[in-house]
């Protein structure tokens, strides 16, 4: 299996960018899809963008569309998120998740434990 975990949140001003990273650990990093979600208070833990093993592949929500950048080192067992021209509703935990190449159309397994990404206005 294997182990994420998540840096690089912060707070920042409205406008700003923010690179998340998500290290993986135990199990090679390639053999696995990867994803990002985010939960604002109050509010349901929503996806933002997946990639799948080699990140040739890439999706987003609509909402992240044009903002929003998956990527992956595997080299480097490593997953980004990059988010531009940041927005106050941007503010969330954000969350990586993985799971096994073998299966793209299945859950989620392994989460890591969140970053906190606060944009003031």
């Known amino acids: 299996q294997v182990q994420l975990a998540e840096s690089g949140g912060g707070l920042v001003t409205a406008g700003g960018s923010l690179r998340l990273s998500c290290a993986g650990s135990?199990?090679?990093?390639?053999?696995?899809?990867m994803g990002w979600f985010r939960q604002a208070p109050g509010k349901e833990r929503e996806f933002v963008a997946a990639?799948?093993?080699?990140?040739?592949?890439?999706g987003y929500a609509e909402s992240a569309k044009g903002r929003f950048t998956i990527s992956r080192d595997n080299a480097k067992n490593t997953g980004y998120l990059q988010i531009n021209s940041l927005k106050p509703e941007d503010t969330a935990v954000y969350y990586c998740?993985?799971?096994?190449?073998?299966?793209?159309?299945?859950?989620?397994?392994?989460w890591g434990q969140g970053t906190q990404v606060t944009v003031s206005s």
């Open positions: 998740a993985a799971k096994p190449r073998a299966f793209p159309r299945g859950p989620y397994d392994y």
């Open positions: 135990g199990r090679a990093f390639r053999d696995y899809a």
């Open positions: 990639c799948n093993w080699s990140g040739g592949n890439t």
